[in-house]
T-cell receptor, first 116, second 116 residues
Framework: EAQVTQNPRYLITVTGKKLTVTCSQN?????MSWYRQDPGLGLRQIYY???????DKGDVPEGYKVSRKEKRNFPLILESPSPNQTSLYFC???????????????FGPGTRLTVT | GENVEQHPSTLSVQEGDSAVIKCTYS??????FPWYKQELGKGPQLIID?????GEKKDQRIAVTLNKTAKHFSLHITETQPEDSAVYFC???????????????FGKGTHLIIQP
């Protein structure tokens, strides 16, 4: 089954404790992206990657890091989480052609993060 | 960058009636307008999309219309059913862009409630 998976689905942590949220897709998509969803704000892009070893900032990158060492995986790293990073996080993937994404973006099931 | 406004934030309709959700966008260069449905505990799923070279697209009970001059697009759901209850997001982008300012910009969402 074609899908985007995220782990963990739920995470409660404390301020300053480094964490990683994993994202994996089995559709051989080049393009992957991270979004955060907050009440009343919709979805906002954090980082995206056009292909292996190619990443770039989205609209709200502060406090986050990403890496793309393999095509299927795109982990989101919070090196020193703060309470304002409490949110619902979604990973997405899509085909791409060269430097642009094309077609439908497939979303993972989400990771609910709480930072106390 | 792009700005997408979505209305209403909550919409309650009787089962069998029609529902209309409206979005406006600011960047006249945007050319791709997808609609996503998000059910409780799940990630957004694409339900229909439209590109700027057409004014209307229909898929069974769902249709989307686009007015490029006025920079607005709408989602129409006819003969609503209980399983249509969800949060719906519109988005706009320059298709084929990478991300950041040119990536998908989402509206804040509409919670559609189908009353039995």
């Amino acid at each position: 089954e074609a899908q985007v998976t995220q782990n963990p689905r739920y995470l409660i942590t404390v301020t300053g404790k480094k964490l990683t949220v994993t994202c994996s897709q089995n559709m051989n998509h080049e393009y992957m992206s991270w979004y955060r969803q907050d009440p009343g704000l919709g979805l906002r892009q954090i980082y995206y990657s056009m292909n292996v070893e190619v990443t770039d900032k989205g609209d709200v990158p502060e406090g986050y890091k990403v890496s793309r060492k393999e095509k299927r995986n795109f982990p989101l790293i919070l090196e020193s989480p703060s309470p304002n990073q409490t949110s619902l996080y979604f990973c997405a993937s899509s085909l791409s052609s060269g430097t642009v994404w094309i077609g439908e973006q497939y979303f993972g099931p989400g990771t609910r993060l709480t930072v106390t | 960058g792009e700005n997408v406004e979505q209305h209403p934030s909550t919409l309650s309709v009787q089962e069998g009636d029609s529902a209309v959700i409206k979005c406006t966008y600011s960047d006249s260069a945007s050319n791709y307008f997808p609609w996503y449905k998000q059910e409780l505990g799940k990630g957004p799923q694409l339900i229909i999309d439209i590109r700027s070279n057409v004014g209307e697209k229909k898929d069974q009970r769902i249709a989307v219309t686009l007015n490029k001059t006025a920079k607005h697009f709408s989602l129409h759901i006819t003969e609503t059913q209980p399983e249509d209850s969800a949060v719906y997001f519109c988005a706009a982008s320059k298709e084929g862009s990478g991300g950041g300012a040119d990536g998908l910009t989402f509206g804040k969402g509409t919670h559609l409630i189908i009353q039995p």
